[in-house]
């Protein structure tokens, strides 16, 4: 507990003078939480561990704290119940078996509480009682031979080391394969020895000392990553630094295993009675600051002039109503948001980041009694018999019907997050670049996939619906990619919030141009390669929100997105302003 409690205090610290006001509120949060030894619970209601944004949650490793913790508060019944009948061992058994099949079941049903729940990790822990019980108890080793230790010895390191190499996003963890890992470990706790080679390795001196600072490792480790990614505004960690990151880790570790942990396992340092209260003073300390960071909703006073100048980054106030969710129970088109004029003459077609141009197009087009049909889903792909996307495809495939069925649309204007599809989300990234395919529930490859024959999939999907439209005597317009910032606007904000106090009329970049042009060269060639075609407008973002060197957040004074990759009603004004030159 001092190791965790010293950890605790620094981060609050840290957190008040750096975390944004939403970030310190789901800290204090989280805090109190710890204080109860729930914080599992919490994270389980609050993310999916595997979130990017789980990158910038100080505490969120503590989950598996608050695991152990509630493990240590329950078993002993189990014991007091057991312990004393004849079947204790079979009864631990038979426990560990129903867990294992329990975990395996909500693997495939519920994998979040699977993952930080106590019921579906309990096995876990189980198994390592079952190694204390035989080695305590039964002195089940005690006659084994060293062949045999050192063989199972060397199949448990094995079988930790595969793990480690194997294991990835794709492996269903925990599940049936944790399995692997687990009894690797227990393998190694019964049968490593001093008289075996899997034992001496794990007597050097570097792995013992490692040994010894693991707990403070792991308490610290998380919080470093995570100030460091908070101190540099949510930038990408290249590999130099993640190696700066890893030293520096041990070397706090190290510290707090010499000055924190080792006194107070002393028995003459402080008598348990008094160690008892100070941690349950201090538990009480941390529960109420967690409460009042919670209650002051981050404390938001402290960056008052960056929180006024987000609150002019709007959104449209049909986003809710009209964006379809990316599922089976899209708007048809007949279905479909239409305003504000009577005369509906203009389509706009796309993901997410149509639905402030709809709404941005349609005010402008109000005061002529004309308006737009906003065709708009979460996560579109432009996609014709594109078969790695079938929501998309059916979705496409109504709104192309739609348009080209509909006598009054003479207009279409089409946008989409093209790169985030063609090489990767870069949400949290800049400056690298990603280069796989938008893979998720969604999106579903081949084995072996070739990812630049999907790209080009993509795009003659794309070019198919544009061929399409124009055909049927319909104009299109392109909106080409919108410069994708890599992390949210506010962190560019807050990361400027000097130049934003001093000044009312400024430019700040979010990326730069040639950032821009790497991420969307693919399908900025190929737009270039069809601008000539007939009833073609090809309109270039980065006419109003570039430069030569820089793409910008901000620009005179206003931000131009919602958060990293979407523009702002105000930033599609300028957008507008240039469509409806081209409009009938």
């Known amino acids: 507990l001092p190791a965790l409690f010293s950890v605790l205090f620094v981060s609050i610290v840290i957190s008040f003078i750096y975390l944004p006001p939403q970030e310190l509120k789901d800290f204090g949060q989280s805090l109190f939480s710890q204080s109860l030894f729930i914080s599992n619970i919490y994270f389980w209601y609050e993310r999916d561990y595997f979130d990017l944004p789980n990158n910038l ?12 913790e509630q493990f240590y508060l329950f078993f002993p019944f189990v014991l007091i119940f057991f312990y004393q009948k004849k079947y204790f061992f079979h009864s631990l058994i038979s426990i560990i078996i129903l867990t294992i099949l329990l975990s395996y079941f909500a693997s495939k049903t519920i994998p979040v509480s699977n993952f930080f729940l106590l019921p579906f990790r309990a096995w876990e822990l189980l198994i390592g009682s079952v190694a204390a019980v035989l080695i305590n108890q039964y002195k089940f080793t005690k006659n ?14 094995f079988m930790v080391i595969f793990s480690l ?43 013992v000392f490692f040994g010894l600072i693991s707990y403070s490792l792991y308490l610290i480790h998380y919080p470093v990553f995570v100030f460091y990614r908070v101190q540099n505004y949510y930038k990408a960690i290249d590999t130099s630094t993640y190696i700066y990151l890893i030293i520096l880790s041990v070397i706090l570790s190290f510290l707090s295993f010499k000055y924190i942990e080792t006194p107070f396992r002393k028995k003459n340092f402080l008598n348990r009675k008094l160690i008892f209260n100070i941690a349950l003073f201090l538990s009480l300390l941390l529960f109420i600051i967690g409460i009042v960071i919670h209650l002051n909703n981050g404390f938001p006073n402290r960056f008052s002039k960056i929180n006024n100048l987000m609150s002019l980054s709007e959104k449209s106030p049909y986003r809710q109503k009209c964006l379809s969710p990316h599922t089976g129970n899209f708007r048809d088109y007949t279905d479909a948001c239409r305003y504000f004029g009577e005369n509906i003459n203009v389509a706009v077609y796309g993901d997410s980041h149509a639905v402030e141009l709809s709404w941005t197009l349609a005010k402008r087009l109000e005061n002529e009694n004309r308006g737009i049909v906003d065709l708009s889903l979460s996560g579109e792909t432009p996609a014709i018999n594109y078969k790695y996307d079938a929501i998309s495809n059916a979705h496409s495939k109504n709104v192309i019907d739609g348009i080209i069925n509909d006598e009054n649309i003479n207009d279409i204007v089409m946008i989409f997050r093209y790169s985030q599809h063609l090489f990767g989300a870069n949400d949290g990234g800049y400056p690298l670049l990603p280069d796989s395919l938008l893979i998720d529930e969604f999106r579903k490859y081949p084995n072996n996939y070739n990812k630049n024959k999907i790209r080009e999939e993509y795009w003659l999907s794309l070019l198919k619906i544009i061929n399409i439209l124009i055909e049927n005597n319909k104009n299109v317009i392109i909106i080409a990619p919108v410069p994708e910032l890599g992390r949210h606007i506010k962190y560019i904000a807050y990361e400027n919030r000097n130049l934003i106090n001093n000044n009312l009329n400024f430019n700040i970049p979010g990326i730069s141009r040639k950032y821009y042009d790497d991420r969307n060269e693919f399908i900025l060639n190929k737009l270039e390669s069809i601008k000539n075609m007939e009833n073609l407008i090809i309109i270039k973002p980065t006419k109003f929100f570039c430069d030569a060197d820089f793409c910008y957040a901000f620009k005179n004074g206003k931000p131009m997105y919602l958060d990293g990759n979407h523009l702002n009603l105000h930033a599609f004004e300028i957008v507008v302003n240039e469509i409806l030159k081209y409009l009938e």
């Open 57 to 68: 949650v100080p505490l969120l490793h503590t989950w598996s704290l608050s695991v152990e």
């Open 144 to 157: 084994i031979n060293n062949n045999f230790k050192s063989l199972f010895s060397f199949i448990g390191l």
């Open 165 to 207: 190499y194997v294991f990835d996003k794709n492996v269903n963890h925990p599940g049936i394969f944790t399995i692997i890992p687990v009894i690797g470990t227990f393998f190694i706790i019964l049968f490593a020895n001093s008289s075996n080679i899997i034992g001496k390795i794990l007597s050097l001196k570097p792995l």
